[in-house]
């Protein structure tokens, strides 16, 4: 170590003097971002899983392309896409749909949405092979009975494929968490303006990065890589490790009442 | 209900207010990197810092501009500007042909000779000195080039990618020694540091602030000092081809900046040499 | 969508693909021997040996390959005086050795987890009544563990697999021109990310396609009647 490096501990204080609270916030940034990047997964996924159960040709082909591509190609080349290329994709549609100015795409925009349509693809691959597997039987008798539609969806389809679904959520989850990484390479961050009263200030203005660009930055500042990156990775399994935690309770929960759990 | 009535005619007025106000100053968003000490970096407190947040600010006071700046990595700059994101690159950036394909530039409002950064212990520290510009008078300095390729054969040659360094680097040498792309001047300084590349192409400018900083008491300058040609005529601030009164208020700016000596003392203050362009 | 600019991208891409497939296949092999040791390793009497086998796999699945990478290529960088007393420091010093590391590191991880699983669903029955003919240990294990297991596998080592070429973009990261390297230099150059994914996505597609119809294949070799249709092409 060269000398005049400091001690692990005094790199990691609170405050102005070390890192620690940036590197928390941070962790919250990179929570946000795979929530807000899973949660958009879903509706994709959903969206896809609908359209390649649906009978329609056209619409089944489209599923299966989208799916096809976006399991095929490196996450990594799809956040360079819509991080490089989103305003120009976003400006071009509107163009085509009549509407003359620009779009801009924010980057926490680009890059949820990247992690979005990656996990949607596996997701509807989850969603489909959870609703295959429900028994059928259930929305006949449910059709029986008079249900259609939304209720159906709601009452029966809904909770049943929830309670297949979670495993194969959970492995994705992790996954998604572990994509949010991906989005340090690009330099993805977010302007917080603080919050003030008057003039007092009760949180001072900053800008977050996620939890990897953050680890670099102070890694680079410092000189002393080690102890930030082994943080970050330390961060980032209990992250995970409390998700396995969570989703194994709500795979109990999920599969409540049901035979041979 | 009454309240209601009361807080929109509030916000109303407010809305009214403001938009006076824009009418008169024109809001511009100027991008840099944040990562290219001096020129423009980040500091503790994460805020944006250097020579081009100071001149910046002088030429929008000048313009009668209210401006705002904000950090964008280097490899995606030019198309967020392109895209809008904001009106004016002031990040380093060179004017190259290549460049004036998408952008528009103003003026140089500085410039500065490029050159190679070794380890001190490094054999390439004994390289021969000299400077050349490469628009004036190729010939020279291409011949002088080549005499240094043989001192480059298997070594590892570092540029930051997407700048004139690494057009420079990939035309003269290429094939003779491997040369690395990093995304940001820092990673360059780091692999260095770390025995991974053998030199950086690098600006001057650039290259003395590492040496300066706390980890640069190992590293150098060395071999000759080039500018001109591939590596830019001289740094500018970008903008959007059809924002031709965006141009020619910063071109009058930079005049006016050249003119009464603001520029000398920034760059004197930041550089401590005279980078004015000479015309 | 200029065909020109397309035909220039991809054949520059196409350079990349040599160390795409160098880097994905190495780690691949390398990672599978790192495998069959942490399963050997969790398989064995000695309880800590286990517990250091599944510790190392909850590690390196539970922290992002990324982190990784840069631990290993920026993080051991700060130890280079360490590892040059020791004629180590070769093996850092290079981003592809680097990469390769954490490539087969993670992968090692994975892929453990895969056999262990697929050698844990190896019916209870076979083995027991392998055990009535007399069998025992090393035999028990190449005729009637190991296959069974490996063979119930081979599905999701596919998967695996096809991360893996995936996992090979990371190593753009740290100065490998590999194949999203590649891209990445190319969109900074022309500005036009979305034809230059076209065709960085379309080589990046063929290949997965080309491993995914072998494994299609090896799958139907290995288990015609169970396994017809399983890992679709």
Sequence with gaps: MPTGAKSYFELMQWGPNG?????????????IVALTGFLLGLVFGGI?????????????????????ILRGVPDLLVIYLFYFGGSAIVTAIGNKLGY????????????TLAIGLVSGAYQSEVIRGSFLAMPSGEIEAARAFGMSGLTLVRRIVGPQVLRYAVP?????WQLVLKEAALVAVVGLAVHWAGIKIGDVVLIHETRFSDLLRQAHVAAGSTRQPFPFYITCAAFYLALTTLSTWLFRRAEAWARRGMRGS | MKLARYLLAAAVATASLAATADAQTRKVKIATEGAYAPWNFTNSQGKLEGFELDLGAELCKRAKFDCEFLA???????????????????????????????????????GGPHGFMTLKSSPLAKLPTGNYNLSKDLASAEKA????????KGKVIGVQGSTTNSAFAEKYFKGVAEIREYKTTEQ???????GRIDAAVMAHTAATATIDGPNGKEMMIAGPAFRGGILGLGVAVGLRKDDADLKKAFDDAITAAIADGTIKTLTIKWFKIDLTPQS | ??????????LRLLGGIPLTLKLAFSSIGLGLALALALVALMRQPIRPLGWLAHGYVFVFRGTPLLVQVFLIYYGLGQFRPFFQDYGLWWLFRDPYHCALLALTLNTGAYTAEILRGGLQSVPAGAVEAARAFGMSGMTLYWRIIAPLGFRQALPAYASEIILMIKATSLASTITLMEVTGVAHKLISESFRAVEVFLCAGAIYLTINFTVTAVFSLLERWVAPDLNAGVTKP
């Design chain 2, 188 to 194: 360059h300084d780091l692999d260095l540091a770390a």
């Design chain 1, 48 to 68: 896809a899983a609908a359209g390649r159960m649906s009978g329609h040709r056209l619409l089944e082909r489209v599923s299966i392309t989208y799916t096809t």
């Design chain 2, 72 to 110: 964008q990595d280097w490899d995606g700059i030019i198309p967020s500007l392109t895209a809008k994101k904001y009106d004016a690159i002031m990040a380093g950036m060179n004017i190259t042909p290549k460049r004036m394909e998408t952008l528009a530039f103003t003026q140089p409002y500085a």
């Design chain 2, 145 to 152: 080039i080549d005499g240094l390729k043989d001192q480059f």
């Design chain 3, 1 to 10: 969508m200029d065909v020109q600019f397309m035909t220039d991208s991809f």
């Design chain 1, 100 to 111: 003359d100015g620009f779009i801009g795409v924010p980057g926490f925009v680009a890059g």
């Design chain 1, 19 to 31: 890192w620690l609270d940036e590197m928390v916030f941070a962790t919250g940034l990179t929570l």
């Design chain 1, 168 to 172: 194969g959520l959970g492995n994705i």
